[in-house]
């Protein structure tokens, strides 16, 4: 699976972006997909995550009732919506797949289990 993650940018505080990550292959539907970021100076962290069918979708504390996750099928495509964006929301944001497996509804945010990365999209939250 070759993953590319679009969308980034620079934002004021309070703005909104979408971010795409766009995957190849016929198997998309078998992989579970999440979002992670880093910001300069920091750990790459978790951020969200969605099963194989989209029924299930886990976010950081730091971006709940803000970022929505989801994904279409049919475009083998996933989606991070970011409202409310805040300065510390700056990084460098990445999508990852992992092929399915029941460990994901326990262990969506290790960093570790995703088989796959796409590169980054730097988004810029101004103040």
């Known amino acids: 699976v070759q993953l590319q993650a679009s969308g980034g940018g620079l934002v004021q505080a309070g703005g909104s972006l979408r971010l795409s990550c766009s995957a190849s292959g016929r198997t998309f539907s078998s992989y579970s997909m999440g979002w992670f970021r880093q910001a300069p100076g920091n750990e790459r962290e978790f951020v969200a995550a969605?099963?194989?069918?989209?029924?299930?979708?886990y976010y950081a504390d730091s971006v709940k009732g803000r970022f929505t996750i989801s994904r279409d099928a049919a475009k083998n495509t996933v989606y991070l919506q970011m409202n409310s964006l805040k300065p510390e929301d700056t990084a460098v944001y990445s999508c990852a797949a992992w092929a399915w497996s029941r460990r994901f509804f326990s262990a969506y945010s290790r960093q570790s289990e995703y088989e796959y990365w796409g590169q980054g999209t730097l988004v810029t939250v101004s103040s």
């Open positions: 969605v099963s194989t069918g989209g029924g299930a979708t």
